[in-house]
């Protein structure tokens, strides 16, 4: 072998030496994960396997979204701040506004499942003992979610079920009038379907558990071209209906819209079993021992879920 005149060849120790350290470098390199486990520069190609959209106002507290569900992939709507990340055009029609504008926006490159739910982590509508919204997305089988297409976030029948609108009865004019005097759901929902659904038949009965909660698969969403989602929130821009009842109208047509029947009414021991894998509950057909009572109140007790309707205190076995 040639070599500089005064230079001595490596030994056969120093450079297995030094090939050794090279290959732990590349070893390190490669492994950048296990070496900083803690490193916010890990990215994965794959979609998150659940999207979770939140309906939401500057002044509710959504940090729970955060703090609990950390793996969860999320998407925070403050209908309420032009200037927040996620917003809405117009905070018209509830929650429907934004369920649409992300259906719109992410269209595209939705996950698996959308989990569409309020911001309020305790509310009267949450199907929980303790009307928790946490426990139920914990229990969430995304697994029935793909299998079904649509699920509503209820199993109890009470309210909504099992018939909650008839549109034919008593059904009103839902021109600008209609927008400036107390009418009902029911009244303007024939008119408001036949605007929303052009060329479908308007069902005889409509029923579904309240309230604008639900998980729904890809699959589902895309049977419908996106310019059906851009259509109908156009309506909801345009609709001179108060926005109670144009959110109200929404609330009664999703499972319609995702290709449920109008009557839309599981039993609740199936749901509670299919959903959340609440198996050997106790149920007759709407309703299941122990799951969820209808309260006297629309808001909860300060202090809840801590401290009860008449100021006792709560056996809260949740994390807070």
């Known amino acids: 072998m040639l070599t500089l005149r005064g230079a001595r060849p490596p030994s056969t120790p120093i450079v297995a030496v030094l090939v050794?350290?090279?290959?732990?470098?590349l070893h390190f390199y490669l492994q950048w994960d296990w070496f900083f486990p803690f490193s916010n520069t890990h990215?994965?190609?794959?979609?998150?396997?659940?999207?979770?959209?939140i309906a939401s106002l500057k002044h509710e507290d959504t940090s729970w979204v955060r703090h609990h569900l950390p793996s969860w992939s999320h998407s925070i709507y403050i209908v309420d701040d032009p200037r927040a990340a996620l917003t809405v055009p117009k905070n018209k029609g509830r929650e429907a506004m934004v369920y649409l504008t992300h259906l719109i926006d992410a269209?595209?490159?939705?996950a698996p499942t959308t989990v569409f739910a309020h911001a309020a982590r305790f509310a009267w509508h949450n199907d929980d003992p303790d009307y928790d919204s946490l426990a139920t997305l914990r229990h969430l089988n995304l697994s029935h979610v793909q299998a079904a297409g649509y699920a509503n976030l209820r199993c109890v029948w009470a309210l909504g079920c099992p018939v909650e609108i008839h549109p034919h009865a008593r059904a009103s004019d839902a021109g600008p009038a209609a927008g400036r005097r107390a009418v009902t759901t029911e009244e303007i929902y024939k008119q408001a379907f036949e605007e929303l659904m052009p060329g479908v038949a308007v069902p005889q009965e409509v029923g579904v558990s309240c309230c604008s909660q639900f998980a729904v698969s890809r699959a589902a969403v895309r049977a419908r071209p996106r310019q059906d989602y851009v259509r109908w929130r156009e309506w909801l821009l345009e609709t001179p209906l108060a926005d109670d009842l144009s959110g109200r109208v929404f609330e009664y047509m999703w499972h319609i819209m995702f290709g449920k029947d109008a009557v839309f009414c599981p039993s609740a021991g199936e749901c509670y079993c299919k959903l959340y894998g609440l198996c050997n509950l106790r149920c007759d057909n709407n309703q299941c021992d122990g799951r969820y009572a209808l309260p006297g109140y629309s808001t909860l007790p300060d202090g809840w879920p801590l401290v009860g309707w008449s100021g006792e205190d709560r056996d809260f076995a949740g994390p807070l």
């Open 107 to 110: 269209y595209d490159t939705l």
């Open 20 to 25: 050794c350290g090279w290959l732990l470098v």
């Open 43 to 53: 990215t994965t190609s794959s979609p998150p396997e659940a999207q979770l959209v």
